[in-house]
């Protein structure tokens, strides 16, 4: 089966400049998240999709990061203004879990997007 | 609150060794426990997954994991290390469907 498809693959913007990350799910999983991996870190929640529907977005900085997923399958990471802190992995992840299943549900990442801002 | 800690920041063994990475945990009850590897420029793969039904796990590529109640621990071995086993290795614990809390991230180097 097709994995998790992120693009771009790598991208260098300069602070205060917007950048957009775009995730295409595995077909049919109706969880997506995205994911922040700071170098040296584990990956960090930052959104979790259900369906088109946010579950959890407690630990999005709201005030520069969006997201959406507007037809349930695609999604959009958004960045504006970006920060040198935000210089990170962001990745991309997908299961076909719904609310309520055991927690042992398996995910599939995407090879994500590495972004440097200068 | 759950959490996991790995222990080293980096192991390098030789080639055909044994692999430890070590992970412990910490949680209010039974915790689903996972260990995902990623390789340089590639996705993070499932290794393996505790959910209670056996304390000795086996996963992937030759890898398993013991829980131990009494240590709070789960951590990761091999038998005989390959060099295709270099990469970054997680211990993650569930805090509920989804939603992953990643350790730190363990190293491996393999010396040939």
């Known amino acids: 089966e097709a994995g998790v498809a992120q693009s771009p693959r790598y991208k260098i913007i300069e602070k205060r400049q917007s950048v957009a990350f775009w995730c295409n799910p595995i077909?049919?999983?109706?969880?997506l998240y995205w994911y922040q991996q700071i170098l040296g870190q584990g990956p960090k929640l930052l959104i979790q999709?259900?369906?088109?529907?946010?579950?959890?977005d407690s630990q999005l900085p709201k005030d520069r990061f969006s997201a959406e997923r507007l037809k349930g399958v695609d999604s959009t990471l958004k960045i504006q203004p970006a920060k040198l802190e935000d210089s990170a992995v962001y990745l991309c992840?997908?299961?076909?879990?719904?609310?309520?299943?055991?927690?042992?549900?398996?995910?599939?990442f995407g090879s994500g997007t590495q972004l440097s801002v200068l | 609150a759950q959490s996991v800690t790995q222990l080293d920041s980096h192991v390098s063994v030789s080639e055909g060794t044994p692999v430890l990475l070590r992970c412990n945990y910490s949680?209010?009850?039974?915790?689903?426990l996972f260990w995902y590897v990623q390789h340089p420029n590639k996705g993070l793969q499932l290794l393996l997954k505790?959910?209670?039904?056996?304390?000795l796990v086996k996963g992937i590529n030759g890898f398993e994991a013991e829980f131990k109640k009494s240590e709070t621990s789960f951590h990761l071995t091999k038998p005989s290390a390959h060099m295709s086993d270099a990469a970054e290795y997680f211990c993650?614990?569930?805090?509920?469907?989804?939603?992953?809390?990643f350790g730190t991230g363990t190293r491996l180097t393999i010396i040939p």
């Open positions: 992840a997908s299961s076909s879990g719904l609310p309520g299943l055991a927690t042992n549900e398996k995910l599939f």
């Open positions: 993650v614990v569930i805090r509920s469907p989804g939603k992953l809390t």
């Open positions: 949680s209010s009850y039974s915790p689903s």
């Open positions: 999709f259900q369906n088109n529907g946010v579950v959890d």
């Open positions: 077909s049919g999983h109706a969880t």
């Open positions: 505790y959910t209670s039904a056996a304390t």
